[in-house]
């Protein structure tokens, strides 16, 4: 006697969509050394994507290659300064191989005396 | 006639671009059994990648953010020594060759080693004549003194044919570790031909003079395994340096600088005396 037997495959199939961010970075991106994406490369990825509105600066660190700033940003706070802050709170996460975004949040306080 | 990197570089180049990834680089070099590509950008030369390069990079970034620069190159024109002391400099095993800004070939490390072992003596363990011809334009062109001391051992096929070729090769192994022993650290020494050696020197004529009698005076005074007397002749060119009795083609000049001393070495055998110093000038072969 012979055994038969029915055998069947179903695949199912789940769609997730959500906007793509653009540009995708945000306020800043850290880049590892070994990350999948070099100085170079981030370089001309911004001037394509957002032409003007990001500063690709090559770093002096053990970990980091690069960071990619909104030159925004690089007018309310000094230059170096930022980049410190950045280097300083990132390098603590950050490792050769990845690539970070940064949300930066910046609140000016004024505080003025006028003489009425 | 010196030897330059054109002659021992190899021509037919595989390039890559800068924007393209580093697997790419990697699958052609695999692929092609090379260990470097140079790197071009719009026709122009941007850097070089290695195998180095690749092992440490992650393999989907461009071949920009990997590659090394801005290249190491040598101009066709220069000699094995001048890419030697470019690779050694830069500890570099490969160096491009590049022509008015365009890549025309490279040269391997191991292939410049080779060719520089043929200008290398294994019996006495010195350099042959290229290499003094390397080092003398190097002093004509930063505007040295340049004399020449050209050193022939008298009578020496007697040796040989009285004692055998091996106790005239024991000789002259003898004589190049005295004269290794006695020329100065600022001076250069090559075997150039069979019994006859030449001295490089940065000096004036009186002090090449000094020199060459010292020389020749440890020659004739050494106590050799065979008992033998071994006395030398010199001839002596150069030292009085005037710039315009140079060319522009320095490889022509310290050439005919070898040619006045050997010229001097022979009339010194022939008036028997033990040294000569040579005068005038040869016009270029050219």
């Known amino acids: 006697m012979v055994a038969s037997s029915v055998s069947s495959t179903k695949t199912e199939i789940t769609l997730r969509l959500s906007e793509f961010e653009m540009p995708p970075m945000q306020d800043a991106l850290i880049i590892g050394r070994k990350a999948p994406l070099g100085f170079e490369a981030a370089k001309r990825m911004v001037d394509i994507i957002s032409p003007n509105k990001y500063e690709v600066i090559k770093v002096q660190h053990p970990t980091i290659e690069a960071l990619v700033i909104r030159k925004a940003l690089m007018r309310m706070v000094p230059r170096d300064r930022l980049i410190s802050i950045i280097l300083e709170e990132g390098g603590k996460v950050a490792n050769e191989t990845t690539i970070f975004k940064v949300q930066l949040s910046i609140v000016l306080c004024v505080s003025k005396t006028v003489e009425l | ?286």
């Open chain 2, 1 to 286: 006639m010196i030897t330059t990197v054109s002659s021992i570089m190899e021509k037919d180049l595989i390039t890559i671009e800068s924007m393209d990834s580093v697997d790419n680089a990697r699958q052609i070099m695999a692929r092609k059994r090379i260990g470097c590509l140079p790197v071009m950008e719009n026709g122009r030369l941007v850097g070089i990648i290695t195998t180095w390069d690749i092992i440490s990079s992650n393999p989907n970034r461009l071949v920009a953010d990997v590659m090394t620069a801005p290249p190491i190159y040598v101009e066709p024109t220069a000699s094995l020594w001048e890419a030697k002391e470019k690779m050694d400099k830069y500890c570099i095993e490969r160096l491009l060759v590049v022509e008015k800004g365009q890549l025309i070939g490279l040269i391997t490390k191991t292939k410049l080693y080779f060719e520089i072992a043929k200008h290398f003596d294994m019996l006495t363990q010195l350099n042959k004549k290229d290499y003094i011809i390397y080092e003398g334009v190097k002093l004509l062109k930063s505007g040295k003194e340049v004399s020449l001391i050209f050193i022939d051992i008298d009578g020496f096929g007697i040796i040989d044919k009285e004692y055998g070729h091996i106790f005239g090769d024991l000789i002259l192994k003898e004589v190049s570790d005295l004269l290794k022993a006695k020329v100065p650290a600022d001076c250069f020494l090559c075997r150039y031909g069979g019994d006859e050696f030449v001295v490089l020197t940065p000096y004036k004529r009186d002090k090449c003079m000094e020199l060459a009698k010292e020389l020749l005076d440890a020659i004739s005074q050494h106590d050799y395994s065979i008992k033998v007397n071994i006395t030398a002749s010199a001839g002596i060119s150069g030292g009085r340096r005037e710039k315009s009795r140079f060319s522009v083609d320095y490889v022509d000049d310290i050439e005919n600088l070898i040619n006045l001393a050997s010229l001097a070495s022979t009339r010194a055998k022939r008036n028997k005396v033990s040294l000569v110093v040579a005068d005038g000038f040869i016009p270029s072969k050219k």
